[in-house]
Antibody
Framework: QVQLVESGGGVVPPGRSLRLSCAAS????????MHWVRQAPGKGLEWVAV????????YYADSVKGRYTISRDNSKNTVVLQADSLRPDDTAFYYC?????????WGQGTLVTVSS | SHVVTQPPSVSVAPGQTARITCGAN??????VHWYQQKPGQAPLMVVS???DRPSGIPERFSGSNSGNTATLTISSVEAGDEADYYC????????????FGGGTTLTVL
């Protein structure tokens, strides 16, 4: 069965960086596009970034463009979100999800808290 | 930016039919996907590509999309259906972006 396990969340001061990882299993990772979606506590879902199956295409939400970088390692079945210049409004649960147009499987998320 | 609008809340009695809407200008020309999120859990796709039901999702869940409104319909509502529901579209009009509606809380009375 499809499994997506996020890691790397934590508490970080404003302006610092964090590297989130998502380990995938149960499907052919190298054929699947992958997303990051976040959800501030008590709020709705916000799409963050997507990377195509081969890493050749990447798109970002305006709110993170220039600060976040999505990448993948198909040899390790892992997708990474590098989050730089973090701000308090980046505080959220970060989910990785599989798919392109739709997001058909989601991980359980990792919490990022940006606070001094 | 592309804006997709959902009602904040919908309430329905057990056994009745719940309809959750997702509105945007000419959304019928786009493809809409729906997700269910229960408290403390990750989202779960319940309808994809307007009307398709993923494996394991009960037939009580169905979708439609026409004009300016897409609708998620849950028939014979059960207490276990109580959750937040989000619609999502893939916007390709300017830059590629994936847009979620603000979410609708379904309360089973």
């Amino acid at each position: 069965q499809v499994q997506l396990v996020e890691s790397g969340g934590g508490v970080v001061p404003p302006g610092r960086s964090l590297r989130l990882s998502c380990a995938a299993s149960g499907f052919i990772f190298s054929r699947s596009s992958m997303h990051w979606v976040r959800q501030a506590p008590g709020k709705g879902l916000e799409w963050v970034a997507v990377i195509s199956f081969d890493g050749s295409s990447k798109y970002y939400a305006d709110s993170v463009k220039g600060r976040y970088t999505i990448s993948r390692d198909n040899s390790k079945n892992t997708v990474v979100l590098q989050a730089d210049s973090l701000r308090p409004d980046d505080t959220a649960f970060y989910y990785c999800a599989k798919g392109w147009e739709s997001l058909d499987h989601w991980g359980q998320g990792t919490l990022v808290t940006v606070s001094s | 930016s592309h804006v997709v609008t959902q009602p904040p809340s919908v309430s329905v009695a057990p056994g009745q039919t719940a309809r959750i809407t997702c509105g945007a200008n000419n959304i019928g020309s786009e493809t809409v996907h729906w997700y269910q999120q229960k408290p403390g859990q990750a989202p779960l796709m319940v309808v994809s590509h307007d009307t398709d039901r993923p494996s394991g999702i009960p037939e009580r869940f169905s979708g439609s999309n026409s004009g300016n409104t897409a609708t998620l319909t849950i028939s014979s509502v059960e207490a276990g259906d109580e959750a937040d529901y989000y619609c999502q579209v893939w916007n390709t009009s300017t830059d590629q972006s994936w847009v979620f509606g603000g979410g609708t809380t379904l309360t089973v009375l």
